[in-house]
């Protein structure tokens, strides 16, 4: 699609804040009104519409994708999303532990036996650690734990929890980027240990190299995005 807009503004309007292209308040593909929680996200959102050149492109514009997400996709099934994310929990990526070579072994546990531990300090969650890929069942309490810190969450929260626990495959990653434990960037190292681990010790193909930075872009997008809902 081509530009067809010449300025973009943030826009108070009743619920929040929304984006004008020429003062038009856009709309998302599900024909629902783009209003967002915060000034700061709607700004950040016009400023990636002002930045499109001749041709729009929707993959340029992290926030206005997952402020899309939070409204056509997430708002509607908020308690199915919430149990889907609370899933997670169930079989963190954490908890699952490589049983040899011995350097993997010890490597997963100084980087993630500290994470838990928080995990537990700071939330109750306890977890149930497991040798290899067979499910390893955790504690009730920790489960229905996840479930009451995920119904705190907004659709715009989950949104972005949404990227980051599906990316890392750890609830308590995604936790921890949310209440600011842990910064993107660490928690892009720690949800993909062992696959960086391997490819530092048998090195990687370009292909592998490109995923990698567009999983670790959208983890700091999503990090972004959570910083912006929270600023007044």
């Given at each position: ?76 099934q908020v308690d199915a999303i919430v149990a889907d ?147 007044n």
């Amino acid at each position: 699609m081509k530009r067809f807009y010449k300025q973009t503004d943030a826009l108070e309007v009743e619920g929040g804040w929304s984006v004008g292209l020429d003062t038009r308040p856009i709309k998302t593909p599900g024909k629902n009104a783009l209003i967002v929680p915060t000034q700061a996200l709607a700004v950040e959102i016009a400023s990636e519409w002002d930045a499109q050149e001749d041709e729009i492109v929707p993959d340029s514009m992290a926030a206005m994708t997952l402020a899309v997400s939070a409204i056509d996709r997430i708002a509607p099934q908020v308690d199915a999303i919430v149990a889907d994310l609370a899933g997670y929990a169930g079989s963190d990526t954490l908890c699952y532990r490589a049983t040899e070579p011995h350097k993997l072994v010890a490597a997963q546990s100084q980087a993630w036996d500290p994470v838990l531990k928080q995990a537990e300090e700071r939330f109750g969650l306890r977890f149930a650690l497991a040798g290899g890929i067979i499910h390893q069942a955790q504690p009730d309490k920790t489960l229905a734990l996840a479930q009451e810190l995920l119904l705190q969450a907004d659709p715009f929260t989950l949104s972005a929890l949404h990227t980051v626990i599906s990316i890392t495959g750890s609830f308590v990653l995604g936790l921890f980027v949310w209440r600011e434990v842990i910064e993107g960037a660490q928690a892009f190292d720690l949800g993909l240990h062992e696959e960086l681990y391997q490819a530092e010790v048998w090195g990687s193909d370009f292909e592998a190299e490109d995923r990698r930075k567009r999983l670790k872009a959208d983890i700091l997008s999503a990090e972004r995005f959570l910083g912006l809902i929270k600023q007044n």
